[in-house]
């Protein structure tokens, strides 16, 4: 049977480079970064160049980035700290956050009693700028918007630099999760008004629990995990050297060169589009424009049946998808994205996300364009039948 994988939006191939340069600094600098002896200096070096060459990237300074296990820990992080040391009562945010935001916000207003506006969406998921700037404008108090650069369910991008100027001129914080942004596009922190941003080294060929974030410097946070003064005592916990090296390699080799090379990716997703439109009960999620939408990601619902059961029986026939956020898959609650943009079939949890990569090749959705139709009328059919999993 032949495989399709088509679920990068949730995890990519580690590549072959960052595997080598990983072993390499498993084999060769195994000694604990905090240690004082040789072995130890020379981890301690590496996770400093490391720190150097990321912060380079993102023209940020070595200060600025600290290492963590992903972008739900770097997420965390900046949402808590904000609240509790920098001073702010208003968090701004839209409902169609990954769940690293939402949850985070509303344990805030549980915890702090702070206040929590969402901004409006259109039709497409986007946020409504005229309704931001209204939120931003309501009150005195000090506030943090948190919107991610790239929806990691239907691949909207949000205007960024819109964002980053009606922070500045409010004298807002602005915090952005970019998890499904790098690799997709270069960034300089900058070049936008961003005082805070996350990502995840899973996302663009690097290995899992690896991540970052980046705060300007004056804004550094304080830890929410304690222990030793590692990351210049801004989160305890030894080094994951490996993973930061990965991280490292990853970022070097596909942050200037994006992993998803759009020219190629482009007329595969226009085959995916063509084929959710031409199937009985599909409909497309998210704006058709290419240029606010990544190229690599393709996501629809469809009526009469349930993201588990369609998913499932996509596997069967060779086809790796997801439902939405990889993060809530194996959940029976319909996807809070769909829910959030009056999808019509958000409430029967039917919701399927397709995410190319730069291993996908015209054959593969070829395939995906056949399976796909069959498995959905089967599903639809057994539902109306009554049967079940």
């Keep these: 049977m032949q495989k399709v994988y088509l679920d990068n939006a949730a995890t990519t191939q580690v590549r072959k480079e960052v595997i080598e340069r990983m072993q390499e600094a498993l084999a060769q600098q195994y000694g604990n970064p905090s240690s004082t002896h040789s072995f130890g200096r020379s981890a301690k070096t590496a996770v400093e160049q490391a720190r150097k060459t990321i912060a380079k990237t993102l023209n940020a300074q070595p200060s600025e980035i600290i290492f963590t296990s992903g972008g739900t820990e770097a997420d965390n992080m900046i949402l808590r700290c904000a609240v509790r040391d920098l001073d702010v009562e208003t968090i701004i945010t839209s409902k169609i956050e990954h769940h690293a935001v939402l949850h985070t916000v509303e344990e805030l207003e549980k915890e702090y009693g702070i206040n929590v506006s ?31 650069h790239v929806n990691n369910e239907i691949g909207n991008i949000t205007d960024i630099n819109a964002v980053g100027e009606l922070c500045k001129a409010n004298n807002a914080l602005f915090h952005s999760d970019t998890v499904q942004s790098i690799g997709h596009y270069s960034w300089d922190v900058q070049a936008v008004h961003v005082d805070f941003m996350t990502a995840g080294a899973h996302k663009f060929h690097g290995p899992n629990g690896a991540g970052l974030l980046y705060a300007n410097s004056p804004l550094m946070p304080d830890p929410i995990v304690h222990g030793a003064p590692h ?14 090296i990965g991280l490292a390699e990853a970022i070097v080799r596909f942050f200037p060169n994006p992993v998803f090379p759009m020219e190629t990716l482009a007329p595969l997703a226009g085959m995916l589009i063509e084929m959710v439109d031409t199937t009985v009960g599909a409909t497309f999620l998210g704006t058709r424009d290419s240029a606010n939408r990544l190229t690599n990601t393709v996501a629809f619902t469809v009526d009469g049946t349930d993201s588990i059961a369609l998913l499932s029986g996509l596997d069967m026939e060779g ?71």
Excluded: Q
Aim: overall charge negative; hydrophobic content about 40%; glycine content about 8%.
């Design 118 to 148: 969402y901004v409006d969406l259109d039709e497409f998921g986007s946020p409504d700028m005229e309704h931001l700037e209204e939120l931003l404008k309501k009150d005195d108090t000090k506030k943090l918007v948190s919107l991610m």
């Design 319 to 389: 086809l790796c998808a997801s439902a939405g956020s990889a993060c809530a898959s194996g959940s029976v609650t319909p996807s809070h994205v769909a829910l959030a943009m009056g999808s019509p079939a958000a409430g029967a949890n039917a919701l399927v996300r397709l995410s190319m990569g730069r291993e996908t090749t015209g054959t593969d959705i070829t395939a995906a364009c056949e399976i796909i139709p069959r498995v959905v009328e089967r599903c639809r059919s057994a539902n109306k039948m009554g049967i079940t999993r």
């Design 231 to 244: 990351e210049n005592d801004r989160r305890a916990g030894t080094e994951n050297l490996a993973g930061i």
